[in-house]
């Protein structure tokens, strides 16, 4: 395994964790599920009204479901935030009822930033749907290319229609790169 340098000396004030993970379900739909928290390592008081989050205890702890179809199509979401710095952030839930009939793909950033971003949604929940897309290409990945017979071409420098991977091994989709 490849590790950072050593680090300077330093104190951990923060950390939060993402998780996604991906499911088929039995009626051929696809849950993508992300789960983020933040935990500070000092005690805060984030709003007035006296209240405190303790070291060590979740400021935010954000779930989000996302049932999606074989294309990609957003058919259900189901959004809970178990812990929020603020007594209202929850209140904006169900607001992002707004991203179901959209589909994951190219201008899915624009997307979310239009139907939730800023004072229409919650800034954690829109960041956690870049990870959730991610997660949903990775598990659809035989559906949306091994199947079809498709690669996913120029989404990376690896996968560069003009690239060494797919000269040698995608050679019907490979793209002689332009000479000047």
């Keep these: 395994m490849m590790n950072l340098s050593t680090p300077a000396e330093r104190t951990l004030k923060h950390t939060r964790q993402v998780t996604c993970e991906g499911f088929q379900r039995t009626d051929g739909l696809w849950d993508i ?16 009204g006296g209240r405190v989050v303790e070291a060590g205890t979740p ?4 779930h989000i479901r996302l049932t999606i179809d074989t294309t990609l ?11 929020t710095p603020y007594r209202h952030c929850d209140s904006i839930e169900p607001a992002f009822q707004s991203i179901v009939g959209e589909r994951i793909g190219a201008g899915w950033r624009r997307t979310v930033r239009d139907k939730i971003g800023g ?8 960041e956690l749907m870049g990870p959730i897309a991610t997660t949903a290409y990775q598990c659809l990945y035989k559906e949306l290319f091994e199947k079809s017979g498709t690669v996913p071409l120029n989404g990376c420098h690896v996968w560069a229609d003009n690239g060494k991977l797919v000269s040698e091994h995608h050679p019907a989709f490979y793209r002689k790169p332009d000479t000047e």
């Design 59 to 62: 400021i935010h702890g954000m």
């Design 33 to 48: 599920e992300a789960h983020m928290t933040d935990i500070k390592t000092y005690t805060i008081n984030p709003d007035t």
């Design 119 to 126: 004072v229409k949604g919650c800034t954690h929940i829109a």
């Design 73 to 83: 199509l957003v058919q259900a979401i189901e959004v809970k935030m178990a812990h």
